[in-house]
């Protein structure tokens, strides 16, 4: 049988956008863009939304003067409204070799899924969308921009993106935060095999910087029950060390260890009021990103 060769557009899921393309992803925090959008905006602007009354200042539109506030008051205040505005969507996607392990589909190529078509549905609602990887030197970025070029832009660089290294997924965090100098909204895609004390600081540092954090945290069922019967070697991807194991004399600690790591990191996007969905990678992407779709940060 001849072996098919993956399209870029292969990545997005169609099952996923049939279910949320009607469905527009605002943000639940105040963005800072440069076009009109489904987004509130952290500045006053025309829209339905009442935000306050203003005294007027000489130059302000009189349009926006409440004639019954002057008819009462015989002062003049003005209303503003909350303005509307696109947001600035940046994708950073775990490119460390511990993301190439899977079963039936590795960390990395699920992930890759996921920003396609997420892209794809903020692309299409006039969002800005950019995309880095967490890898060393690597040349494969996009910064944020809302053109229709930038999907295939995005898919190109998909389809040729690697893992490799080990890359700590929080020094890549960091790197973001400082390099998004507007108000963004910033998705983190990884399995988060770094320390969780160094990723809550990460997620602290994009919440000083204002921007709204989202993270999927990606396992595989192996990883997430551990269900191995028999005498196994381990192998390290990232520095190649090994280790034969019984599975079953370390199952409890090493779930209890597992526990531990996402409670913490769950606790650092509590403290920040931002978003966290973890997904095993054998759920359709459809599934994968039901939560998402229900998350209290994003408004309907």
């Known amino acids: 049988m001849k072996p098919t060769t993956r399209k870029p557009v292969d990545y997005i899921d169609q099952a996923a956008i049939a279910k949320l393309v009607g469905d527009p992803q605002v943000s639940a925090q105040a963005m800072k863009g440069t076009i009109s959008g489904y987004h509130r905006s952290s500045h006053k602007g025309s829209s339905v939304e009442f935000a306050e009354y203003r005294e007027y200042s000489p130059g302000d539109d009189l349009k926006r003067l409440d004639w019954r506030v002057l008819g009462r008051t015989e002062r ?47 692309l299409q609602q006039g969002d800005a969308v950019g995309m880095d990887l967490s890898k060393v030197n690597s040349s494969i970025t996009s910064s944020a921009k809302r053109n229709p070029a930038q999907l295939n832009a995005i898919l190109q660089a998909l389809l040729q993106a690697t893992t490799g290294g080990n890359q700590n997924i929080s020094s890549s965090i960091h790197q973001l935060a400082e390099s998004s100098t507007m108000r963004s909204l910033i998705i983190i895609i990884s399995d988060f095999f770094d320390d969780a004390d160094a990723i809550k600081q990460a997620i602290h540092h994009c919440k000083n910087r204002k921007h709204q954090l989202v993270l999927f945290h990606l396992l595989d069922q192996q990883e997430e029950n551990f269900n191995f019967n028999r005498p196994t070697r381990f192998v390290d991807l990232e520095n190649g060390n090994s280790l034969v194991s019984d599975p079953q004399s370390v199952r409890d600690e090493y779930l209890d260890a597992l526990k531990i790591h996402i409670s913490s990191i769950q606790q650092g996007c509590v403290e920040t009021q931002s978003s966290y969905h973890k997904i095993t990678t054998h759920m359709s992407i459809s599934d994968g990103l039901k939560t998402f779709a229900t998350d209290p940060n994003f408004s309907r």
């Open 76 to 122: 003049f205040y003005l209303k503003e409204f909350e303005a509307d505005t696109n947001l600035g969507c940046h994708f950073l996607l775990d490119s460390s070799a511990s993301m190439n392990f899977g079963n039936e589909i590795s960390k990395f190529e699920y992930g890759k899924k996921i920003v396609a078509t997420l892209s794809y549905l903020f």
